[in-house]
C-alpha cells in the first residue's frame, strides 16, 4: 500500500510497507543466560520522570534528558506572538504559520535522531533489555500541571521503547516489558526489602534503607530492580515476542523537487 500526506510544512510524504526475509536469528534464553557470569549481558532501565535524566541504566549508564522543546521554546512563543498579529488567512500569515511549523518539524526531527541513536547504541550494549510498562496518558492526567505534561511529551518514552523496540529486533536481541505495577522504586535493590514510604514521593531522588543500610539514588536501584525482575521473567519467557517479518521504508518528497530523499528506511 501506498500513503501519500503532506505534513503542515507543505512537504509531501510518500511511504509504503514491504516484506523483507530476515536473516537474523536471535541467541536462545539458555544461551543468553549462560553467556556471562551474573547475567551482565542483562540490563534494566529506569526513565528519569521527574529528574534531568532521560534514562538511568543498571550497569551505571546515566543519560541525560536532551530537552529540544525547552530549547526551542522562546522561538516559538515569538512565532506564536508573530502569528497571532497577522490577518487570518493573508500572505503573511500563511507565511508565519509555515515558519512556526517548520520549527515544531525541526524539534520533532531532533527528538527522533536522538532516540534512534540512542536506541541502537543500547541494543548493541547487551542482548537483554528490559523495561517497565508505562502509562504516559495516565501519567499525564494523574500528575498534572502543564510543566510536567510538557516534559513528558518532550522526552517521548514511549517514542523511545518502540523505536528500541525495533532495533533489538534488528539485532536480534530480547526486551522484556515489567509490568507497569511492579514497585521498582520502592524496592531495596540490595536485600530486596519494601519501603512503602517511598510510595508516590516523587521528590525524593535519593534514600537508605532501613533493612540494610544501602544508600540508594531512586533511578538507579529501579533500574536494579527492574533488571532483576527482567531476568526472572526472561527465564519464564516472558519477553517480547518477534513481530512477522515487515520492513517499513518511508521517502520524502518536497513539493516542487524531483530529487526523492530517503527519510528513514528501517
Ligand atoms: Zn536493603
Redesign the pocket.
Given at each position: 500500500m501506498l500513503n501519500v500526506t503532506r505534513d503542515s510544512v507543505g512537504d509531501l510524504f510518500v511511504s509504503f510497507v514491504c516484506e523483507v526475509e530476515q536473516r537474523v536469528n536471535r541467541e536462545t534464553v539458555d544461551e543468553v543466560l549462560n553467556k556471562t557470569e551474573n547475567c551482565s549481558n542483562i540490563v534494566g532501565y529506569d526513565f528519569g520522570l521527574n529528574s534531568d535524566r532521560f534514562l538511568v541504566a543498571s550497569n551505571g549508564e546515566d543519560v541525560s534528558t536532551p530537552l529540544f522543546f525547552k530549547e526551542s521554546e522562546a522561538k516559538l512563543i515569538e512565532l506564536d506572538k508573530s502569528l497571532s498579529s497577522k490577518v487570518k488567512g493573508s500572505n503573511n500569515y500563511k507565511k508565519a504559520k509555515i515558519k512556526r511549523a517548520k520549527l515544531q518539524r525541526h524539534i520533532a526531527n531532533q527528538r527522533s535522531n536522538f532516540q534512534w541513536n540512542l536506541a541502537k547504541e543500547q541494543v548493541l550494549k547487551a542482548d537483554v533489555h528490559c523495561f517497565e510498562t508505562l502509562d504516559l496518558n495516565e501519567m499525564k492526567e494523574r500528575r498534572g500541571g502543564f510543566r510536567f505534561g510538557k516534559k513528558v511529551s518532550d522526552i517521548a518514552m514511549a517514542d523511545f521503547l518502540a523505536k528500541l523496540t525495533q532495533q533489538a529486533e534488528k539485532y536480534g536481541k530480547y526486551v522484556v516489558k515489567v509490568p507497569r505495577y511492579f514497585p521498582s522504586t520502592q524496592l531495596?535493590g540490595?536485600?530486596g526489602?519494601r519501603n512503602t514510604e517511598l510510595k508516590g514521593q516523587l521528590q525524593i531522588r535519593h534514600w537508605v534503607?532501613p533493612?540494610?543500610g544501602?544508600e540508594h539514588d531512586r533511578d538507579f536501584n529501579a533500574a536494579i530492580n527492574i533488571r532483576n525482575k527482567g531476568i526472572e521473567m526472561f527465564k519464564e519467557g516472558k519477553f517480547e515476542k518477534k513481530r512477522k517479518p515487515r520492513r517499513s521504508c518511508s521517502f520524502k518528497r518536497k513539493a516542487g523537487k524531483a530529487k526523492i530523499e530517503e527519510v528513514r528506511a528501517e
Open positions: 531495596c540490595k536485600c526489602f534503607c533493612n540494610c544501602a
